[in-house]
């Protein structure tokens, strides 16, 4: 489990994620990692229907959490039982299973309270 980082321009202090070659911001093209932080607001989030037939699972949870820096990420949701304004938790972390290979994203956890 690794924490998740964010991409920040060494120019104008803009912070991205994913990783980005040039700055939106200022067009730099130089960038530093930084940690977000553990936790981060979830703004919106939609429940996905219409998956591949290869997903495993029939309906997928996406949201869209802010962390420190404003900085904004689309992830899976661990559970559909959320709601706006919540704290999520984010981990670097399995999404799914392709012919037995793990691929790895960004997954959000409710925060224990
Ligand atoms: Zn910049």
Do not use: N
């Not at 489990?1 to 067009?27: A, D, H, N, T, W």
């Amino acid at each position: 489990m690794k924490s998740v980082k964010g991409y920040q321009c060494k120019e104008c202090g803009r912070v991205f994620y994913p990783e980005r070659k040039i700055c939106l911001g200022c067009g730099g093209r130089q960038f530093k990692k930084i940690a977000l932080g553990k936790e981060g607001v979830l703004l919106t989030f939609t429940k996905l229907h219409a998956l591949p037939m290869d997903f495993e699972s029939r309906t997928l949870m996406l949201g869209i959490v802010e962390f420190a820096h404003g900085l904004r990420a689309l992830g899976q949701l661990s559970t559909d039982d959320v709601e706006m304004g919540m704290k999520m938790r984010a981990r670097w972390d399995v999404v799914r299973e392709l012919d037995g290979v793990q691929l790895y994203g960004l997954r959000f956890y409710p925060a224990k309270r």
